[in-house]
Every structure is written in structure tokens, then in C-alpha cells.
């Protein structure tokens, strides 16, 4: 938690579970990306992204995530999110290749770029877990429904996620090459991951609003 903290605003503190603090590598692919007024559009509504995040709360309550990086294989995606939901997101070569239920997944940070951001993975799809537990790790997890980003404008700002429960399956990694985690800033983790997979849920998101 010491490495964490300075990385995070002051309104924000870190959500632990069991005592322990987590930062999640998180990559998956967007499908029929659009505003609510809009269909997709054809070229920019479907790309993988990956992000690294970590749980945390506003003043003690609103369990929530702060994304530390968000790359994502769309410029022109990327280039909005910079500019109009405060995140930092970058533009990286990705690829994703599954057959029957093992995947391949690689990332290669292109843009901006000041310290090497690259992930690898081979896994495979496990059990499944169905929706996760209220209280349980999986749920401390995955069932995040506020995000948290910093303005530049000194202002906190959050934004509200919807979706239904996120069915999960185990997930064993055969091989994992990353260093998305040291270029935030962070210690490079050690260890076995604990590797959750899941199909996806239809995400709506709002925009974004200034905390107090």
C-alpha cells in the first residue's frame, strides 16, 4: 500500500480486501462501442484495450476504480477518451488470438510512450464461476460500478458504470511476459496471478461529473 499511495489523489483512498491492496492488468476487447445517440460506427466501435488499475474509495465510501494506463488499439478512440474523460490512455499494437478455450493476448504500448508498456499472455478458460458473491474476493474484484479520474483542472471527477453481474470462469496462465505494472510507477509484482476470465456484459457508461 506504501507504493500505492503516492500515486493516488488525497480524496481518494485504497480499498483493501482482507487488508491487502490489488492492482489489476485487465485486457479484454470492446464490441459496438457508441455514444447512446449514435449506432457503432464501422472502423472505431470494436478494438481490444487493456488497463491496469487499482480499488479504491472516496473519503472512506463509494467503492470505485482508478485506472493508472488504458491502452487501447484505436488512435482515433484514443485520442477522444484523452480528451474528453480525463483517462490516460495510450495507443498500442494489440492481438488476440483464441482457439477452443486457450488465448493469446499481446500488447505493445506505442503512444505516448516513456516507459516500455508491454504485456503477453497465454491462458486458458477454466471452470466456470457464474455471477460472484457479494463479500467474496471475485466480487471485490469485478464488481466495480464508479471510476475515478483527475481533471488536470485540480478537480476530482467520477463517473457511473452499469451492467449486470460479470459471469466469471477460472483461468490458468501458462506464460505472462508484462510491464504494464512498472510503467506506472509501481514495484513489478512477484508471484502467481490470480487469473479470472469472463465472456463480458453490456457496459453502459455516464459521463463524467466533478466531486465536490
Do not use: C
Not at 478512440?77 to 495510450?90: D, K, N
Not at 488536470?152 to 505472462?176: F, I, M, N, S, W
Request: aromatic fraction near 12%.
Amino acid at each position: 500500500m506504501e507504493a500505492l499511495r503516492p500515486l493516488l489523489p488525497p480524496a481518494l483512498s485504497i480499498d483493501t480486501y482482507e487488508g491487502r491492496a490489488y492492482v489489476g492488468v485487465v485486457p479484454f476487447t470492446m464490441r459496438n462501442v457508441s455514444p447512446w445517440w449514435s449506432p457503432a460506427v464501422p472502423g472505431i466501435s470494436h478494438f481490444h484495450e487493456l488497463n491496469v488499475r487499482t480499488y479504491v474509495h472516496h473519503e472512506g465510501r463509494d467503492p470505485g476504480v482508478w485506472f493508472f494506463s488504458l491502452d487501447a488499439a484505436k488512435l482515433l478512440a484514443v485520442l477522444i477518451a484523452r480528451s474528453g474523460w480525463h483517462l490516460p490512455y495510450f495507443y498500442a499494437d494489440m492481438e488476440l488470438r483464441t482457439a477452443d478455450r486457450r488465448v493469446y493476448y499481446k500488447s505493445r504500448r506505442r503512444w505516448p510512450t516513456e516507459r516500455p508498456a508491454e504485456f503477453e499472455a497465454r491462458y486458458t478458460i477454466g471452470e466456470p464461476l457464474g455471477a460472484s458473491v457479494p463479500g467474496s474476493f471475485e466480487h471485490f474484484l469485478a464488481e466495480r460500478y464508479l471510476l475515478y479520474a483527475d481533471g488536470g483542472d485540480g478537480k476530482l471527477y467520477t463517473g457511473q458504470v452499469h451492467h449486470h453481474p460479470y459471469p466469471l470462469h477460472r483461468a490458468e496462465v501458462h506464460e505472462l511476459r508484462e510491464t504494464m505494472v512498472l510503467a506506472t510507477g509501481l514495484p513489478a509484482p512477484e508471484g502467481t496471478p490470480h487469473a479470472l476470465y469472463s465472456p463480458g456484459v453490456d457496459v453502459d457508461v455516464y459521463g463524467l461529473k466533478a466531486l465536490g
